[in-house]
């Protein structure tokens, strides 16, 4: 069997270490059945695994307490009073009773309830079926013997290699940085939620394995390259050095490249073009300003929620905004309000959709919960008197989504005026255009805003109905596809026509050779992650801005993206020769 597993390079960086296997999943329950004089035994095995089962978790609520904080370890004190249910008890007794062992008892009973929550009438109800599943998992996990996968008990160093079927950007924000060195997921692509923020925190990771999962095993070492997308299983000793020269590769590039930063943005024939630096946690906004950015093109401000079981309140909304602005002094901060939803959720009560991405996210959610809202917006509005704010709006489709969003910004203003909290009253406020409707309607929709930021991670998924996070499908997330292509220069040219500012920050603005279409199209301020500004600021000064005009003309009217991507990609080698090009 070959050892080097092909997947999809999600955040950059080669770390040597130790599997952590992480499967959070249901195990298989053989279908045993025992003898009556068993029955004593198998209820004593179920009594020890319960305990031993609530001894865990109360250990991972005292972690959870001191971490995190109070709602999110409540959330242990719901799992553990599901194992002491005295009528949950009673019903794997009464399955033992009939001869099923105690695991399969267990199992039958909670597949039973799972199912039963799962249809409530009740939101209540049915928002406990996760927890079910987590007791499901933990408890069936003792009882077969099945080592403990929870990460959090690795010892800080260990620069695992966290191994898992699919992580949470939940589980993401979690992650201690001290323990975990790198993640490799089956699922996932370059452009889901947690390739994202593993590129924000700096972790190497490798995602869309498709059987990672299956293949790796828990102590073994491995070489996972967060930049070719692979896990090189038994290294030898050639594969190990070449890891270690590749690792001082990377890092004498990293320091060729950090000398760009002070450098200015211009390319070969005179065009700025303002590189803007994409904040996924507050944290983040140092090395964002060392990275040379000339501001914020998108503050995603839902990961103040994700992972968490309550909404931040206004006060702290506004300590975590400001801390960002202020680290940006006069320089342009564009917070984007809350896209809760899709595979972004915080703990618990949220509604269990059947396609998310289409579901309840972003602006709908916001427009359906305005007290929620209303205080995201009243904390933007008291954190814009700190420096050049600028509210943007994610998800749009429709004009009227503008319209109320802008009347509950009017009444967050009335109400800080009512309260006497100074704040800003002229805040620019723009919208993403990350769907289709939204660029073909940019014209309405320029009637409304002072700017367009283009999220292409959607505007590709909602296109090309590819979903942006199944790996399975990751060579079809093509977002060189001329009708992206065509749609992004339909934006643009809107944008200029109404003297509407546009930017574009998902993460095609990041790649070189598409930062290069991207220009050629006639974008002139590009938002990117921190780690890829230096090498998009070397694409822009070795270009010229004509040349990739002519370059993107041509790949718009090719048939396919692949034909696309050949264009522009000779066009760039041509233009920008350095060996420091590779994305
Ligand atoms: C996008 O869709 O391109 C974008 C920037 O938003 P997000 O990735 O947070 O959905
Ligand atoms: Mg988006």
């Not at 073994?220 to 590769?249: F, N, S, Y």
């Not at 940019?442 to 909602?462: H, K, P, R």
Request: hydrophobic letters at 45%.
């Amino acid at each position: 069997m070959p050892n080097v597993l092909k997947g999809i390079p999600a955040s950059p960086g080669i770390v040597v270490g130790p599997v952590h296997l992480l499967k959070w999943q249901v195990p298989e329950v053989p279908a045993t059945s025992i003898e009556p004089h068993e029955v004593e035994h198998e209820v004593e095995r179920l009594r020890i695994a319960f305990a031993r089962s609530i001894e865990r978790l109360r250990s991972i609520r005292e972690r959870a307490l001191r971490t995190a904080g109070e709602a999110e370890a409540a959330i242990f004190e719901v799992q553990i009073s599901i194992i002491e249910d005295a009528e949950l008890r009673g019903r794997v007794e009464a399955a033992i009773g009939q001869q099923f062992s105690a695991e399969r008892a267990f199992d039958v009973v909670m597949l039973e309830w799972r199912e039963h929550f799962a249809r409530s009438q009740h939101a209540m109800l049915r928002e406990r079926v996760s927890d079910l599943t987590d007791v499901h998992i933990r408890v069936l996990t003792i009882l077969l013997d099945l080592p403990d996968h929870d990460p959090v008990d690795l010892p800080k160093g260990s620069n695992a290699i966290l191994v898992t079927q699919d992580l949470t950007p939940s589980l993401t924000l979690q992650l201690d940085r001290e323990t975990i060195g790198a993640i490799a997921t089956d699922s996932g692509t370059r452009a889901s939620h947690v390739a994202i923020l593993a590129r924000s925190l700096g972790i190497p990771a490798v995602v869309g394995l498709l059987d990672g999962t299956e293949r790796l095993r828990t102590g073994e070492i491995v070489i996972l390259d967060g930049t070719t997308g692979t896990v090189t299983t038994r290294p030898t000793a050639a594969e190990l050095a070449d890891a270690k020269a590749r690792q001082l590769l990377e890092k004498s590039e990293g320091e060729q490249l950090a000398r760009l930063a002070g450098k200015e943005a211009i390319s070969r024939d005179g065009t700025h073009i303002t590189l803007f630096a994409n904040v996924d946690l507050p944290d983040e906004a140092a090395v964002a300003v060392a990275s040379g950015a000339e501001g914020v093109g998108l503050m995603r401000t839902e990961f103040l929620v994700v992972g968490r079981a309550t909404m931040p309140n206004e006060d702290e909304q506004y300590e975590a905004y400001a801390g960002v602005i202020k680290a940006f002094g006069t320089r342009p901060v564009i917070i984007r309000t809350f896209d809760v939803g899709g595979d972004k959720l915080p703990i618990g009560g949220w509604p269990h959709e059947a396609n998310p991405f289409l579901g309840w996210r972003a602006i709908r959610m916001c427009l359906d919960q305005p007290e929620i809202f209303k205080t995201q917006l009243r904390a933007l509005l008291r954190a814009a008197t700190l420096g050049d704010v600028r509210i943007n709006l994610p998800l749009i489709v429709t004009v009227d989504e503008v319209r109320q969003a802008k009347a509950l910004i009017a009444e967050a203003s009335a109400e800080l005026t009512a309260r006497g909290v100074a704040h800003r009253t002229d805040v620019p406020i723009g919208v993403m255009i990350e769907t289709p409707a939204a660029a073909v309607l940019a014209d309405s929709l320029a009637g409304e805003v002072s700017f367009f930021s283009i999220g292409t991670n959607d505007l590709v998924q909602y296109t090309l109905a590819v979903d942006r996070g199944n790996a399975s499908l990751a060579s079809r997330f093509t977002p060189l596809h001329p009708a992206v292509l065509r749609l992004i220069r339909m934006t643009c040219e809107v944008a200029d026509a109404r003297g509407v500012a546009v930017s574009v920050c998902g993460e095609m603005a990041s790649e070189p050779i598409m930062a290069f279409a991207l220009i050629g199209l006639g974008v002139r301020q590009l938002s990117v992650s921190a780690i890829a500004l230096a090498r998009v600021k070397l694409i822009v000064r070795g270009m010229r801005t004509s040349v990739a005009a002519e370059a993107v003309q041509a790949a718009m009217k090719s048939a396919t993206a692949a034909e696309a991507e050949q264009i522009l990609r000779s066009s760039l080698v041509a233009e920008v020769d350095s060996e420091l090009l590779h994305a």
